[in-house]
């Protein structure tokens, strides 16, 4: 019998294989772009003092030093990638898949470098309560110290004031003069609105309403829900909703346009 050479087979290429080279380039490629996103992204807040309406001016340099630090891990990477020298794979705990996720803080990036955010209204203020009432428990006080012109108290100043010492009669006949974004409440008649402002302590997330009631004069038309106004007035007593308020009796309203800082800062 003729020695015959039988054909070897050659190994199949395994299309996992040749694909998953692919999918990890995609996936280390998306992760690089999602951190040079983020990275933009706080920068941009940064630049256009849209900052201001996200998070409280003492946390800024921590923003900035982040931005700072995921440019630099993000350029790392990016030239990691580049000279095609494999990334180190580290172990995360991931409720999504890691491409889906890359993808998510892109999308997330992008929408927030195309756009603004927007200040919170008499909307969320109503949901907060705030026409129940000026007090909010989450005012502090520990080292509040008075303005000694009632004239000159912000309305985080009154908030804080009235927190330390809450009777009304006391402060019957001074003079208030605040600006703030109008609420209506639907406890009290057209004559009557609350003059309000938002409060970081933090961020966005924990922002909570303050505000005065206001008493208009009898000639003087009701305001529409988030016109913002300087209101000048004498305090008086008032029971409102069976409860005893301070109640600013305006002598002078004036429209004004929002404040590109419209928050105040506990």
């Known amino acids: 019998m003729d020695n015959q050479t039988l054909p070897t087979s050659q190994p199949r290429k395994s299309p996992s294989r040749t694909r998953e080279p692919r999918s990890r380039k995609l996936t280390e490629l998306t992760s690089v772009v ?45 030239i990691t990638l580049r000279q095609k020298q494999p990334i180190a794979d580290v172990q995360h705990l991931n409720f999504l898949p890691v491409g889906w996720t890359n993808w998510l803080l892109i999308f997330t990036a992008a929408v927030g470098c195309f756009t603004s955010p927007q200040p919170l209204n008499s909307s969320a203020a109503s949901q907060q309560g ?77 922002a909570f309403p303050v505000g005065l009631t206001v008493k208009l004069p009898e000639s003087q038309m009701p305001f529409e829900a988030d016109t913002w106004l300087e209101v000048r007035g004498r305090i008086v007593t008032e029971t409102l909703d069976d409860q005893r308020h301070i109640v600013i009796h305006a002598e002078s309203l004036k429209t004004v346009a929002a404040p590109k800082n419209p928050y105040e800062f506990n």
């Open 130 to 206: 705030i026409t129940d009432g000026l007090i909010s428990t989450r005012v502090q006080v520990q080292s509040f110290r008075g303005v000694e012109r009632p004239e000159e108290r912000s309305m985080l100043d009154w908030a804080k004031t009235l927190t330390a010492y809450p009777e009304p009669d006391r402060y019957a006949g001074q003079l208030a003069n605040v600006m703030g974004f109008v609420v209506r409440s639907p406890k009290l008649s057209d004559r009557y609105f609350v003059v309000t402002r938002f409060v970081i302590m933090h961020c966005a997330l924990d």
């Open 34 to 78: 999602a951190i040079l996103a983020w990275a933009a992204l706080l920068l941009k807040y940064q630049l256009t003092e849209e900052l201001a309406l996200l998070v409280h001016p003492r946390f800024n340099l921590v923003v900035l030093f982040t931005s700072i630090t995921l440019f630099i891990v993000g350029s790392t990477k990016a």
